[in-house]
T-cell receptor
Framework: RKEVEQDPGPFNVPEGATVAFNCTYS??????FFWYRQDCRKEPKLLMS???SGNEDGRFTAQLNRASQYISLLIRDSKLSDSATYLC???????????????FGQGTILTVHP | DVKVTQSSRYLVKRTGEKVFLECVQD?????MFWYRQDPGLGLRLIYF???????EKGDIPEGYSVSREKKERFSLILESASTNQTSMYLC???????????????FGPGTRLTVT
């Protein structure tokens, strides 16, 4: 079983639609959770962190369910510029070091069309 | 503006060659990482370093080694390139994790390596 699993899609939605991505993780010791965005032929960039209480950034809402080991990302009023691959990312603390290993899901492809 | 640069965007090498991929960051970050990204597999960690001259194996270190002689530079070395090492290689850097702070990794643009 993969440590972080996402539906790879692709999701094809019209402008203005609401779309939701789901992600599950297997390691219950996971500490921090993120969504990264990767545009075609570009590097990944942090979109937002995911907090236990849920958090919102404009049209984007992220939620975490620790009991079910489940993370979600909701995009409202989709724009053409939202077309990208969305990566679910999980961090597990690595003992006493200052490093926490990040594990990336394989990504969910979103295409927003006119 | 934060910046991570990689020495080449595209590289073509022959089987058996020794390959060096260079990564430089200008953010004074302690942590640096090398990943490879393949379709259907996502990003997989090869090696990371949390200080100069320190290195730790990631999930797929076989066939690779790394060098970190200076804080800003992290090199990935393919001792004897093989066709199954054809991939996109991404370097990243970050501050060390402390408490519950955001732990953002900044990525370079990637090097697409083809081994023939």
């Amino acid at each position: 079983r993969k440590e972080v699993e996402q539906d790879p899609g692709p999701f094809n939605v019209p402008e203005g639609a609401t779309v939701a991505f789901n992600c599950t993780y297997s390691n219950s010791a996971s500490q921090s959770f993120f969504w990264y965005r990767q545009d075609c032929r570009k590097e990944p960039k942090l979109l937002m962190s995911v907090y236990s209480s849920g958090n919102e950034d404009g049209r984007f809402t992220a939620q975490l369910n620790r009991a079910s080991q489940y993370i979600s990302l909701l995009i409202r009023d989709s724009k053409l510029s939202d077309s990208a691959t969305y990566l679910c990312v999980v961090r597990v603390n690595a003992g006493g070091t200052s490093y926490g290993k990040l594990t990336f899901g394989q990504g969910t492809i979103l295409t927003v069309h006119p | 503006d934060v910046k991570v640069t990689q020495s080449s965007r595209y590289l073509v090498k022959r089987t058996g060659e020794k390959v060096f991929l260079e990564c430089v960051q200008d953010m004074d970050h302690e942590n640096m990482f090398w990943y490879r990204q393949d379709p259907g597999l996502g990003l997989r960690l090869i090696y990371f370093s949390y200080d100069v001259k320190m290195k730790e194996k990631g999930d797929i270190p076989e066939g690779y080694s790394v060098s970190r002689e200076k804080k800003e530079r992290f090199s990935l070395i393919l001792e004897s390139a093989s066709t199954n090492q054809t991939s996109m290689y991404l370097c990243a850097s970050s501050l060390p994790h402390r408490g519950a702070g955001t732990y953002e990794q900044y990525f370079g643009p990637g090097t697409r390596l083809t081994v023939t």
